[in-house]
Structures are given as C-alpha cells and as structure tokens.
C-alpha cells in the first residue's frame, strides 16, 4: 500500500516551454503533498507544500511564479516549471503524506514517486 | 527540526548485517526518528520509524537508545540491491529534511 505516482519519469524540452509534471496518490487520499527537487550529487530540498484546496506553500528562495502547483484532488498534485530554462533542469520529486496512524502528522510517513528528470535544452 | 549527523559511507558484505548508525542528540520528545534510502535515479523509499520503542518490519530494524539521542537502522541481511544512500531524518510533522546521508555500499 501507500503508492505514489508520478509521471513522466522523463522530460526533454526546449528552454521557453513549459512542462507539467504529475503526482498521484494510487491507493490513499492525500490532504498534503511535497515538491522536491535535487541536483547531481546533492540531497532532496523541499521545494514547496502543496494542501488539496488552498494554496502552496513555497520554501524561502522558491519562485511561486516559476513552479506553479495546483492540488485540486486529494490524490492528485501538479507542478508547472513555467518557461524553463536550462538552470531549471534537474530530478524533480513528490511525496504524499500516507494514511493516518493516530498521534500526529510525526507519525505519518510521507511516500515518494519515482522522481522526473527534467532536462532543459 | 533537530539536526542528525551519519557517517558519510559504509561497506557491507553481501549476506552480512548493515548496521548504520545515527545521532540525534538534539531530538525533542515529539519527534520521530524516520529512515528512507534512495536508489541512484529513484524517489526515497520510506523504510521505518519511530519514536521510542525498537521497532521492526519487513525491510529493517529500528534500534533507539533510551535517551533517544541516536539509533541504529538494520538490515538483516544486506543484498547487492541495498546499496543506496541511507538517510536518518528526525521529523516533527512539520518538513521532512534531508541531509547527506549514509551511502552504503553492499559488495559480494
């Protein structure tokens, strides 16, 4: 259980477009969904909290212009990189966080797509 | 969120146990202590967590101290496919913030 979609695994695009990239909670409703993304050889930072019918919340230094996310179900959340350009390319990653086991959010594990490699020409 | 501190890589021989160590001497009595590990070219993958208490499942066990400063992650019997990036988090339900993490390699 606790499956987390994400598609596509791969993108190739031209600098000027704009790409959009799925997240899909398979077998669980999902109120909160997370925004990774990581560049070679670092670790995942967040990149933005996204809450099924309000608005993102985007960490300190991310343009909420340039990554639009929309969770408009509670199994489905989107990220828009808007305009990409080559900086922008990197391993993009969501997480939903999983079913209830009582005592808190800290006791609710967040499950992660495979990730989406954005490469940007 | 309380900061962790792992060893930066680990070697393991096939069939042997991975033991990868973990301190949080800062953790608060909210906090649970959560292990994942990523895969070269995948997302993380939830392993366990807890709070307290040791715990087990399928994947692993989760050994804490009693005074919750550190913990210990096992893997029973590492295979060549355990090889990743092992990553202690401690967790509020606030953000999940990842650090470098333990890369362990299992070698046969």
């Known amino acids: 259980g606790a499956v987390v979609s994400q598609h596509p695994s791969r993108v190739i695009c031209k600098s000027g477009t704009s790409v959009k990239i799925e997240c899909r909670s398979l077998d669980f409703q999902a109120t909160t969904m997370f925004w990774y993304r990581q560049f070679p050889k670092q670790s995942l930072m967040l990149m933005a909290t996204?809450?099924?019918?309000?608005?993102?919340?985007?960490e300190q230094g991310v343009e909420k212009d340039k990554f639009l996310i929309n969770h408009a179900s509670l199994t489905l959340s989107t990220l828009t990189v808007t305009s990409a350009h080559p900086e922008d390319s990197s391993f993009y990653i969501c997480?939903?966080?999983?079913?209830?086991?009582?005592?808190?959010?800290?006791?609710?594990?967040?499950?992660f797509g495979d990730g989406t490699r954005l490469s940007i020409l | 969120d309380a900061k962790t501190t792992q060893p930066p890589s680990m070697d393991c021989a096939e069939g042997r146990a991975a033991n990868l160590p973990c301190n949080h001497s800062?953790?608060?009595?909210?906090?649970?202590v959560y292990w994942y590990r990523q895969i070269h070219s995948q997302g993380p993958q939830y392993i366990i967590h807890g709070l307290k208490n040791n715990e087990t499942n399928e994947m692993a066990s989760l050994i804490i101290t009693e005074d919750r400063k550190s913990s210990t992650l096992i893997l029973p019997h590492a295979t060549l496919r355990d090889t990743a990036v092992y990553y202690c988090?401690?967790?509020?339900?606030?953000?999940?913030?990842f650090g470098a993490g333990t890369i362990l390699r299992v070698k046969s």
């Open positions: 996204s809450n099924e019918g309000s608005k993102a919340t985007y």
């Open positions: 997480s939903a966080r999983g079913p209830y086991l009582g005592e808190g959010y800290s006791n609710q594990p967040q499950h």
């Open positions: 800062t953790i608060s009595g909210n906090e649970y």
């Open positions: 988090i401690v967790y509020n339900g606030n953000k999940l913030v």
